[in-house]
């Protein structure tokens, strides 16, 4: 999809930068024309959203707004112990052996909330505070009505590695460590201090639907250390064409939050930025809105205003989240944003991860897609920014989404075929090159292949020897590619599931699963000697 512009005429959005929309909205939507057109509701289990304001500001990007606009109503107090708190998801601090970070939400504002941490569902004896940031996103149409959000972080560090905590959370009113609260308490378990096997999953493009909910229900059966949400999360602009009829829905987000509590709740949920989380209300990079939902790793080259760019190392894997808005040419409203500051970070983080010893494999992932054949292509930006840095570094897996498909490539080496990998096959980054996965059907509405370009995917194998396809230009003009690397697709809903084995021969045994359970691809990384 397009980038979302609600409330932008198309044939302004399209000439926008997204600091420019930030702008027009903030004029559009000023205090008089939300106080007259408007009336307060509070968040309810349904969304908070691509146009709202944060952390404790009326704006929601922690500076004055660039336009006057509306002061939040006061909030609607409702006796906390009948604020029941959900949307719970955790992510890992930079440092998952010893640092965990658990976010979740409320549908009122509360008083004193906080997180209780212990060894055993019965004895949560340690109490932190939670930091508030709260979203305000005002009537947009009329369709909708002013929602106040309210989400709530807390910071785990200290932690003992290789170690299963339970936590509850509550505030005022609302003890998770009380009798009939119990019911309420989640687990997470940090990396262990030494590498051992795993499994981590990975996919892109979710949304909320029931295929979304049972690709949530199969990943946990995986059982996994963490997961990869490579962008595109909810889709509270359900079409993003740019046109005044779009809608966007701020509750969205607490629905997505709500049916992704299941697994994210004991899963670290690590997500990065697709062209959809852009959301133009509350800051000028678009951002302001993710940074108010999660606590990720704050280790990349900012933080605050990028804060899908981090890294971290769970046992012998180091992986790497990028924003591709900053490079695509498919989508440029953000691109340059960090005036080449990212591309720098990931040069110098790639160096590192490779210069530890204890680190045998290099995962990246992002949104746009660096390699595929389905509806969106291949993006020239992110090849031109970041392809040379993945090959000087021997990177070992790139997964990206934005194409809402299974594809994944053959050894990719200067840009042509380094190995054929077939389903089953094994590869060698060092000799063979890299392999890129586009694992985009998370939930959201499938893609398809070109006219003539079936499905391929174990035990259903057609191969292609060469496949029409094309990649976006700095121009935004489609260049057209016949491509040769284009080994499995598969048009439905599906995630990656990788088995990562330490030793003397380390491995990563990469697997594709179908919403069903059935797997529909495998392939192994095994790198040669260092």
Request: aromatic residues 10%; negative net charge; hydrophobic residues 35%.
């Amino acid at each position: 999809m397009d980038t979302p512009h609600v409330g932008i005429p198309e044939r302004l959005a399209a000439r926008m930068s997204m600091p420019e929309q930030h702008a027009y909205l903030r004029g559009k939507f000023s205090r008089r024309r939300v106080l007259a057109g408007s009336f307060a509701t509070a968040g309810a289990v349904g969304g908070a959203g691509l146009l709202a304001g944060s952390s404790g500001t009326a704006n929601g990007s922690g500076t004055s707004p660039a336009h006057p606009v509306s002061a939040p109503p006061a909030p609607v107090r409702v006796d906390g112990k009948l604020v029941a708190p959900f949307g719970r998801h955790l992510a890992f601090g930079a440092d998952p052996k010893t640092q965990m970070r658990v976010s979740w939400q409320v549908p009122f504002a509360v008083k004193s909330p906080y997180i209780r941490v212990g060894p055993r569902p019965w004895e949560l004896s340690r109490k932190i505070e939670a930091e508030v940031r709260d979203l305000h996103t005002p009537s947009l149409s009329k369709k909708l009505p002013v929602v106040e959000q309210y989400y709530l972080h807390a910071a785990l560090d200290g932690l003992a590695p290789g170690t299963t905590y339970y936590y509850g959370v509550g505030h005022d009113g609302f003890d998770p460590a009380s009798p009939e609260r119990m019911a309420t308490i989640g687990s997470f378990r940090t990396a262990p201090a030494e590498p051992e096997k795993f499994v981590f999953t990975a996919f892109g493009d979710q949304g909320v639907s029931y295929h979304a909910l049972a690709n949530d229900q199969v990943i946990l059966g995986q059982n996994p250390s963490f997961h990869l949400h490579a962008g595109d999360i909810c889709y509270a602009d359900t079409t993003g064409h740019g046109k005044e009829s779009d809608t966007y829905d701020a509750r969205v987000w607490d629905t997505f939050l709500a049916q992704t509590e299941s697994v994210a709740k004991s899963v670290p949920w690590m997500v990065t930025t697709g062209n959809h989380d852009m959301e133009a209300w509350y800051s000028p990079n678009g951002y302001g809105g993710q940074y108010a939902r999660w606590s990720l790793p704050e280790n990349g080259f900012d933080p605050r205003n990028a804060p899908g760019v981090y890294s971290f190392t769970y046992g012998n894997v180091g992986v790497v989240a990028l924003d591709a808005n900053d490079v695509s040419y498919e989508i440029p409203a953000n691109r340059g944003y960090t005036d080449g500051r990212q591309t720098a970070w990931l040069d110098k983080r790639l160096r590192d991860l490779r210069a530890d010893e204890a680190v045998d494999f290099v995962v990246v992932f992002f949104h746009h897609c660096m390699y595929s054949t389905s509806t969106h292509a291949s993006d020239g930006g992110v090849r031109d920014a970041w392809l040379k840095l993945f090959t000087k570094h021997q990177v070992d897996l790139v997964v990206n989404g934005h194409n809402h498909v299974y594809e994944r490539t053959d050894a990719i080496k200067g840009g042509e075929v380094g190995r054929p990998v077939p389903v089953g096959a094994s590869t060698d980054p060092t000799r063979d090159g890299i392999v890129y996965v586009t694992a985009g059907g998370a939930g959201k509405d499938l893609y398809g292949f070109g006219p003539g370009v079936e499905d391929s995917y174990e035990g259903n194998v057609h191969d292609h020897e060469r496949i029409v396809s094309f990649h976006w230009t700095k121009s935004r003009v489609p260049d057209p590619d016949t491509v040769e690397w284009s080994r499995v697709r598969y048009t439905g809903f599906s995630f990656l599931a990788v088995e990562v084995t330490a030793g003397a021969r380390p491995r990563m045994s990469v697997s594709a699963l179908a919403e069903s359970g059935e797997r529909i691809d495998h392939f192994e990384v095994v790198r040669g000697t260092r």
